[in-house]
């Protein structure tokens, strides 16, 4: 089974719908991670959160939300989806390291959203 | 901001031939890690291998090394008796000693022919 999941993998909304996108782990991370990634951009951070009670936004929060329902689920919304939040989306988790700092980040399938 | 610059959109390779994909970064952070991730047609991120700034050794992993230049901001992967499982996109990714927020690159489409 796979250590980090995400639903749906594949969305079709339209403009102005609202709309979530889940991801849970098995890992027993404490940190998880939402990106984006377009075409010729890589991918870009949305927002993280280090526990339950602790949200950050990250490059490009604007138009999201999130949720850290528990130390396993984070999930993103859309309030009123817009077409150029068509992207693939990829959830991630991580460990601290025995340095202080997150070690490797572990990602998610993605989850591909077409907003019409 | 830190930036991610990869300079080959895409590259090509021959089976069981050496191919080194590029990486450069803009940081003023003594500190940091960097990271090769790879991304098959199935999607996943997968971590191909992983540098410490302070750490002078090149990472190894089997057939996958980096080349990591300090001075000149360069972090380019080497991949050894390339196969065709290695054709996917390679993402390079910066991210600052003590800070979650990782940076990626626009990543190198890689093409392995038989």
């Known amino acids: 089974d796979a250590d980090v999941t995400q639903t749906p993998r594949n969305r079709i909304t339209k403009t ?3 709309i979530m996108l889940e991801c849970s782990q098995t890992k027993g991370h404490d940190r998880m991670y939402w990106y984006r ?16 009670k602790d949200i950050n936004k990250g490059e490009i929060s604007d138009g999201y939300s999130v949720s850290r329902q528990a130390q396993a689920k984070f999930s993103l919304s859309l309030e009123s989806a817009i077409p150029n939040q068509t992207a693939l989306y990829f959830c991630a988790t991580s460990d601290l390291g025995a340095s202080g700092a997150s070690e ?3 990602f998610g399938p993605g989850t591909r959203l077409l907003v019409l | ?5 990869q300079s080959q959109p895409e590259m090509s390779v021959q089976e069981a031939e050496t191919v080194t994909l590029s990486c450069t970064y803009d ?17 996943q991120m997968i971590l191909v291998i ?9 990472a190894t992993e089997n057939r996958f090394s980096v080349n990591f230049q300090k001075a000149a901001k360069s972090f380019s992967l080497k991949i050894s008796d390339s196969q065709l ?7 390079c990714a910066y991210r600052k000693y003590n800070n979650n927020d990782m940076r990626f690159g626009a990543g ?7």
């Open chain 1, 37 to 52: 990634q377009d075409p010729g951009l890589g991918l870009r951070l949305i927002y993280y959160s280090f526990d339950v």
């Open chain 2, 1 to 5: 901001a830190q930036t991610v610059t």
């Open chain 2, 85 to 91: 499982g290695d054709a996917a996109m390679y993402f």
């Open chain 1, 16 to 18: 102005g719908k609202r």
């Open chain 2, 50 to 58: 992983r540098q410490e700034a302070y750490k002078q050794q090149n």
């Open chain 2, 27 to 43: 940081t003023s952070e003594s500190d940091y890690y960097l990271f090769w991730y790879k991304q098959p047609p199935s999607r």
């Open chain 1, 104 to 106: 490797t980040q572990y």
């Open chain 2, 108 to 114: 190198t489409r890689l093409t392995v022919k038989p």
